[in-house]
């Protein structure tokens, strides 16, 4: 009776999980801790050098599938078990992807600087990954990058990000309240922004931002007054739908070989109200602030 090889297979997984010894019973599951969540390369293209060629990035991406994406034949499956010595050596050749409640993610990021024929310009580059435990709840993350790496400058900062965890259709886990760090270079001193919190809220979406202006305010017994005004004029961050970023694919149209730069937010201000008030001249001034946000066409 021919057996079929994918059944052969299970059935074998099945024995060496439950123990193929009454008297060392090892209840681990094989697939379990040889997980596999690896870098892989991702170019992208980011422009031209001061000499006008062309410059592309491996920035890295992390993919908790690294074996063969299509499904091995009866006969492929036969050959590849035939390269092992045994099914036990075979099942822990196998590198399975993350958990169900993980994510295959990066372990750290440095931020390289490339001149550019348009200036310098700031590369965020994965390093390693590694599989995280998948979080259920919009919280703000360790986030760790290396500025200025194999100089005596080398700073790592703890830069914060946002859970991946979903609420409502529409809504992503996004960074609501920031901070900065200062950073030491030879030339000057950098200021990193980092997160702080972060909430539930649509792909594009508006957050505080506070500025200050003196205000000249005349009382009824004629005094005049001059304080400090407090105005929120707000701000538009995240991104809308920009279409296929590929510019070098295979055959395959789930894979890409080179990714064109990240295409500027079309997330501007829908709404807004107007403050005015007197300067420290005497004059009328109208301060604009963002209500709202949306994706522009």
Same mark, same amino acid.
């Given at each position: ?7 052969? %297979? ?8 439950? =123990?193929?010894? =009454? ?6 599951? %094989?697939?379990?801790?040889?997980? @596999? @969540? ?8 980011? &422009? ?18 690294? &074996? ?5 034949? /009866?006969?492929?499956?036969? !050959?590849?078990?035939?390269? /092992?010595?045994?099914? %036990? ?5 196998? $590198? ?28 965020? +580059?994965?390093?390693?990954? /590694?599989?995280?435990? $998948? ?25 914060? &990000?946002?859970?991946?965890? $979903? &609420? ?13 760090? %200062? ?9 990193? !922004?980092?997160?702080?919190? @972060? ?7 508006? +957050?505080?931002? +506070? ?56 997330? +501007? ?5 107007? /403050?005015?008030?007197?300067? !420290?001249? =005497? ?12 994706? $522009?066409?």
């Amino acid at each position: 009776m021919d057996v079929p090889w994918p059944f052969l %297979l299970l059935l074998c997984a099945l024995h060496l999980t439950t =123990g193929v010894s =009454g008297k060392h019973t090892d209840h681990r599951n %094989l697939f379990t801790q040889r997980v @596999c @969540c690896k870098r892989q390369s991702h170019f992208v293209y980011i &422009g031209q050098d001061i000499s006008g060629s062309p410059v592309s990035v491996d920035v890295g991406i992390c993919r908790s599938h690294c &074996g063969a994406a299509s499904r091995p034949s /009866h006969e492929a499956g036969q !050959q590849e078990y035939s390269k /092992h010595s045994s099914m %036990l050596e075979f099942l822990r050749s196998k $590198k399975p992807s993350c958990g169900m409640n993980q994510v295959c993610e990066p372990t750290g990021m440095r931020v390289d600087r490339v001149l550019l024929l348009q200036g310098p310009r700031e590369v965020e +580059v994965i390093e390693e990954c /590694h599989c995280e435990i $998948k979080l259920t709840q919009c919280i703000r993350v360790p986030a760790l990058k290396t500025y200025y790496s194999e100089t005596p400058y080398e700073t790592v900062i703890d830069v914060g &990000g946002c859970s991946r965890s $979903k &609420g409502s259709p529409g809504f992503s886990c996004v960074p609501t309240k920031f901070d900065s760090a %200062l950073v030491e270079t030879p030339n000057k001193v950098d200021l990193i !922004q980092t997160v702080v919190a @972060c909430e539930l809220k649509e792909s594009c979406y508006r +957050v505080p931002y +506070v500025e200050y202006y003196y205000e000249i305010v005349h009382h009824a017994d004629g005094v005049k007054e001059e304080r400090l005004k407090e105005i929120d004029v707000g701000r538009c961050l995240g991104g809308c739908t920009t279409g296929n970023r590929c510019l070098l694919s295979p055959t395959d149209p789930e894979m890409c070989h080179l990714w064109a730069e990240t295409q500027s937010s079309s997330c +501007v201000p829908q709404g807004y109200e107007s /403050h005015s008030f007197l300067n !420290q001249h =005497g004059q009328l001034r109208t301060v604009l602030s963002i209500t709202s946000c949306f994706c $522009k066409n």
